[in-house]
């Protein structure tokens, strides 16, 4: 498969066709958002209409940045040549002269050089604008001419740079088209002729004398069709001198023609294809359609000419997908040549195969063109067939020109023969699809974007694993394998670390935090599976990824918040509703925007907030701190562990690195939890609770711990005999062993 694409940064491009009667002499356009380049779907693209036959079409781009605090990121464009945009409220201007009559394009970017990914809230909010403002100038005043019909001209004296312009529009079957200048009067007479060349973009400057005698021509070899050309005749003399002018046309011999089977022209123009669409952008078939049936568009070709197929490309429905152009060979036919063959395609846009050059070299030094050989291996076994691909081909007239040679292998040279019965049978199908075949080279998806108000549609392909290029054919940054299934095995399996703490929950008894943890558990492992840059065969979606990506974010922050909660020991009355309190307000902060690090750090602020709050309280009643300094040494393990999980979360992910500094967090956030769990709640019917002042037989072994520790007379309440002598036992031991220590100090 072969690919020719000319778009990068910003890029214009032009599609004729579009007419109107008037030029508009400034015009604004709103501002648009720019975004960093990731794929073709994350460029910002913009329409321009241009009227025919301006003299000047002038561009004014202009970059903004929503806050002064945000990076200075440069937009580039190119027009062809490089312009880069600083958000500065400075405008960079590009000139065109003489545009193409039509749509042009505009695609800004910002180059993608930051391999740091931002958490959302963590900076500012940037957002970069490109505003756009385009002027246009009439063209100058000129005779038009038409072809083949000469005028004659007043040119005034010593006219240098202000001599008479005309115009004159090429012919849809011009292969070459020269401008003339004769039978200047009076004599002596000497002319310059500026023609401006569109293919070119320049000036073509000519300079002739004696034009009584002699005939000046200036040729243009490869005009654009339907195009209009102007051109500028100066008289150098010191009168006003009369001076014919003439546009004489060289013509690809039309198969409509009368004249055309007498000819011996080497071009041959066939009628235009017929246009066969089904129902979408982008499914479009160009062919010969016969009593509503859809032909195959096959023809004879010869060595000496070149026959041409014409077809329309339209605007909006076709110029966002991707020419397709294949040719075949019938291979029954092939393998009765006695030589071999080779079929050479030249694919133009807006032109015909230049006259200049014999139909041998059709495909030499040209960037479109392609050959299918019969030699080849492909040929042999099976498929007698070639193809190109062109994305996002301009709107206007598309030519398909082919010729065929016949050679023999002589010595390891090609010597060229006559082609038995001088011709060959060939296959020409031209469609025009999404991405590459509607496909992404099983790499990637193929994805239908619609772009501003200008109802920009193109289709453009979501590479996977570091693929790149148009159809995810450039392997250059392509992950391997064994890194796609190790990240997907880290970040799923990273989660089954909340086992223990689901563990923990239930033995300590809270049962609703042990569901939190497992619903986070099981959505972060699922989404991950889904989630990612990797090929299809490295994913698994249960549901939608909507649906995983909200029930993981809410299930992260849900988890902080159901561990806040507990360790704060609210009354069961109070606890319930504040329980309840969070899940609701939560579920709204994911669903405005889940990616934002405030969904995370609000629910922690807000329940530590909380739990401090009601340890006060509790130090306030009970006239001592609460809980004690072995508790907060307990839980200083998980602060460390949740604190470090949080900074390499928000500070040092990278594009590169995710896949173990995500893995890091879902570690750091199951096992702090650990740390965090108060101690064994009661059992149901007792109404006894430790942290609330009373106990009972199954808090005894969280009494007794080392990381608890709780009033004698709180402990005591409700208890057995035999119970309240074991803990007085252990109260005078302890108390013996804080005497013993305090003597040894002294």
Same mark, same amino acid.
């Given at each position: 498969?072969?690919?020719?694409?000319?778009?990068?940064?910003?890029?214009?491009?032009?599609?004729?066709?579009?007419?109107?009667?008037?030029?508009?002499?400034?015009?604004?356009?709103?501002?648009?958002?720019?975004?960093?380049?990731?794929?073709?779907?994350?460029?910002?693209?913009?329409?321009?209409?241009?009227?025919?036959?301006?003299?000047?079409?002038?561009?004014?781009?202009?970059?903004?940045?929503?806050?002064?605090?945000?990076?200075?990121?440069?937009?580039?464009?190119?027009?062809?040549?490089?312009?880069?945009?600083?958000?500065?409220?400075?405008?960079?201007?590009?000139?065109?002269?003489?545009?193409?009559?039509?749509?042009?394009?505009?695609?800004?970017?910002?180059?993608?050089?930051?391999?740091?990914?931002?958490?959302?809230?963590?900076?500012?909010?940037?957002?970069?604008?490109?505003?756009?403002?385009?002027?246009?100038?009439?063209?100058?005043?000129?005779?038009?001419?038409?072809?083949?019909?000469?005028?004659?001209?007043?040119?005034?004296?010593?006219?240098?740079?202000?001599?008479?312009?005309?115009?004159?529009?090429?012919?849809?079957?011009?292969?070459?088209?020269?401008?003339?200048?004769?039978?200047?009067?009076?004599?002596?007479?000497?002319?310059?002729?500026?023609?401006?060349?569109?293919?070119?973009?320049?000036?073509?400057?000519?300079?002739?004398?004696?034009?009584?005698?002699?005939?000046?021509?200036?040729?243009?070899?490869?005009?654009?069709?339907?195009?209009?050309?102007?051109?500028?005749?100066?008289?150098?003399?010191?009168?006003?001198?009369?001076?014919?002018?003439?546009?004489?046309?060289?013509?690809?011999?039309?198969?409509?023609?009368?004249?055309?089977?007498?000819?011996?022209?080497?071009?041959?123009?066939?009628?235009?294809?017929?246009?066969?669409?089904?129902?979408?952008?982008?499914?479009?078939?160009?062919?010969?359609?016969?009593?509503?049936?859809?032909?195959?568009?096959?023809?004879?070709?010869?060595?000496?000419?070149?026959?041409?197929?014409?077809?329309?490309?339209?605007?909006?429905?076709?110029?966002?997908?991707?020419?397709?152009?294949?040719?075949?060979?019938?291979?029954?036919?092939?393998?009765?040549?006695?030589?071999?063959?080779?079929?050479?395609?030249?694919?133009?846009?807006?032109?015909?195969?230049?006259?200049?050059?014999?139909?041998?070299?059709?495909?030499?030094?040209?960037?479109?063109?392609?050959?299918?050989?019969?030699?080849?291996?492909?040929?042999?076994?099976?498929?007698?067939?070639?193809?190109?691909?062109?994305?996002?081909?301009?709107?206007?007239?598309?030519?398909?020109?082919?010729?065929?040679?016949?050679?023999?292998?002589?010595?390891?040279?090609?010597?060229?023969?006559?082609?038995?019965?001088?011709?060959?049978?060939?296959?020409?199908?031209?469609?025009?699809?999404?991405?590459?075949?509607?496909?992404?080279?099983?790499?990637?998806?193929?994805?239908?974007?619609?772009?501003?108000?200008?109802?920009?549609?193109?289709?453009?392909?979501?590479?996977?694993?570091?693929?790149?290029?148009?159809?995810?054919?450039?392997?250059?940054? $392509?992950?391997?394998? #064994?890194?796609?299934?190790?990240? @997907? !095995?880290?970040?799923?399996?990273?989660?089954?670390?909340? %086992? /223990? *703490?689901?563990?923990?929950?239930?033995?300590?008894?809270?049962?609703?935090?042990?569901?939190?943890?497992?619903?986070?558990?099981?959505?972060?492992?699922?989404?991950?599976?889904?989630?990612?840059?990797?090929?299809?065969?490295?994913?698994?979606?249960?549901?939608?990824?909507?649906?995983?990506?909200?029930?993981?974010?809410?299930?992260?922050?849900?988890?902080?918040?159901?561990?806040?909660?507990?360790?704060?020991?609210?009354?069961?009355?109070?606890?319930?509703?504040?329980?309840? $309190?969070?899940?609701? #307000?939560?579920?709204?902060?994911? @669903? !405005?925007?889940?990616?934002?690090?405030?969904?995370?750090? %609000? /629910? *922690?602020?807000?329940?530590?907030?909380?739990?401090?709050?009601?340890?006060?309280?509790?130090?306030?009643?009970?006239?001592?701190?609460?809980?004690?300094?072995?508790?907060?040494?307990?839980?200083?393990?998980?602060?460390?562990?949740?604190?470090?999980?949080?900074?390499?979360?928000?500070?040092?992910?990278?594009?590169?690195?995710?896949?173990?500094?995500?893995?890091?967090?879902?570690?750091?956030?199951?096992?702090?939890?650990?740390?965090?769990?108060?101690?064994?709640?009661?059992?149901?019917?007792?109404?006894?609770?430790?942290?609330?002042?009373?106990?009972?037989?199954?808090?005894?072994?969280?009494?007794?711990?080392?990381?608890?520790?709780?009033?004698?007379?709180?402990?005591?309440?409700?208890?057995?005999?035999?119970?309240?002598?074991?803990?007085?036992?252990?109260?005078?031991?302890?108390?013996?062993?804080?005497?013993?220590?305090?003597?040894?100090?002294?």
């Amino acid at each position: 498969m072969t690919f020719r694409l000319t778009v990068t940064h910003v890029t214009f491009l032009f599609a004729t066709g579009w007419l109107t009667d008037n030029a508009a002499a400034l015009v604004w356009r709103a501002q648009q958002k720019v975004e960093h380049y990731y794929n073709y779907a994350s460029v910002t693209p913009s329409r321009f209409s241009l009227p025919p036959g301006l003299r000047e079409a002038k561009w004014h781009f202009r970059a903004i940045k929503s806050d002064s605090s945000c990076d200075v990121e440069a937009i580039s464009i190119t027009s062809p040549a490089l312009l880069t945009l600083k958000p500065d409220n400075v405008s960079v201007t590009h000139k065109v002269a003489f545009p193409l009559g039509g749509d042009w394009y505009s695609i800004a970017l910002i180059p993608d050089t930051s391999i740091h990914i931002i958490q959302k809230g963590l900076l500012p909010d940037c957002e970069y604008n490109v505003s756009a403002s385009f002027e246009t100038v009439e063209p100058p005043p000129h005779i038009d001419l038409n072809v083949g019909r000469p005028a004659v001209v007043a040119v005034p004296q010593n006219s240098a740079g202000d001599g008479v312009w005309v115009g004159f529009t090429v012919p849809p079957s011009s292969q070459k088209i020269s401008l003339q200048v004769s039978g200047c009067q009076p004599t002596p007479c000497s002319i310059r002729l500026t023609l401006w060349d569109h293919e070119s973009g320049q000036f073509i400057h000519h300079n002739c004398t004696n034009i009584d005698q002699e005939i000046c021509a200036q040729p243009l070899t490869r005009p654009l069709l339907g195009v209009k050309y102007y051109a500028k005749v100066e008289v150098m003399s010191t009168e006003e001198a009369n001076v014919t002018v003439g546009v004489v046309s060289h013509d690809c011999v039309s198969d409509d023609s009368p004249s055309s089977s007498g000819d011996d022209s080497t071009c041959r123009l066939m009628s235009r294809l017929d246009r066969f669409q089904e129902g979408s952008n982008f499914k479009t078939q160009f062919v010969r359609m016969y009593n509503d049936t859809v032909e195959e568009t096959t023809f004879v070709v010869s060595n000496s000419t070149v026959t041409v197929l014409p077809f329309l490309v339209e605007r909006i429905t076709d110029i966002g997908g991707t020419l397709h152009t294949r040719v075949s060979l019938n291979k029954a036919e092939v393998f009765s040549q006695t030589t071999d063959v080779r079929v050479c395609v030249l694919v133009l846009h807006n032109q015909l195969p230049p006259l200049d050059k014999p139909p041998s070299d059709l495909c030499a030094d040209r960037p479109n063109a392609f050959q299918l050989k019969s030699s080849s291996e492909a040929v042999k076994t099976g498929e007698a067939s070639a193809k190109l691909y062109m994305p996002y081909p301009a709107e206007g007239t598309w030519t398909v020109a082919t010729t065929v040679q016949c050679y023999k292998m002589v010595n390891g040279s090609e010597v060229i023969e006559e082609c038995q019965n001088g011709a060959v049978n060939i296959t020409v199908a031209v469609n025009i699809h999404s991405c590459v075949d509607g496909e992404c080279s099983g790499k990637g998806y193929c994805n239908e974007d619609i772009r501003s108000s200008d109802f920009i549609v193109f289709s453009a392909c979501d590479c996977n694993a570091g693929w790149r290029g148009y159809g995810c054919t450039d392997g250059r940054e $392509a992950e391997s394998e #064994a890194i796609q299934l190790t990240e @997907l !095995l880290l970040l799923t399996l990273s989660n089954a670390f909340f %086992v /223990p *703490a689901i563990v923990l929950a239930v033995y300590r008894r809270y049962y609703l935090e042990a569901v939190v943890y497992f619903y986070n558990m099981f959505f972060s492992t699922f989404y991950h599976a889904c989630d990612g840059d990797r090929m299809e065969k490295y994913e698994f979606c249960m549901t939608e990824y909507s649906v995983l990506a909200i029930c993981d974010f809410w299930g992260s922050s849900l988890s902080l918040w159901v561990t806040l909660i507990a360790m704060a020991q609210f009354p069961l009355n109070v606890n319930s509703a504040v329980q309840m $309190a969070g899940p609701l #307000a939560l579920i709204v902060g994911v @669903l !405005l925007d889940r990616h934002s690090l405030w969904v995370i750090a %609000v /629910p *922690a602020g807000a329940g530590l907030l909380v739990t401090l709050t009601s340890w006060a309280v509790r130090c306030h009643n009970n006239r001592k701190c609460f809980p004690s300094k072995r508790l907060y040494l307990c839980m200083l393990p998980g602060v460390l562990i949740a604190g470090a999980g949080a900074i390499t979360f928000a500070l040092f992910e990278t594009d590169s690195n995710y896949m173990y500094t995500h893995s890091a967090w879902h570690v750091a956030l199951s096992l702090s939890i650990i740390f965090f769990l108060p101690p064994r709640r009661p059992e149901k019917g007792n109404s006894n609770t430790i942290m609330g002042g009373s106990t009972s037989d199954g808090s005894l072994r969280a009494v007794m711990h080392g990381c608890t520790e709780v009033p004698r007379r709180v402990v005591t309440q409700g208890l057995t005999q035999v119970q309240r002598i074991w803990i007085n036992a252990g109260w005078r031991r302890r108390r013996l062993d804080g005497n013993s220590g305090r003597g040894e100090g002294k």
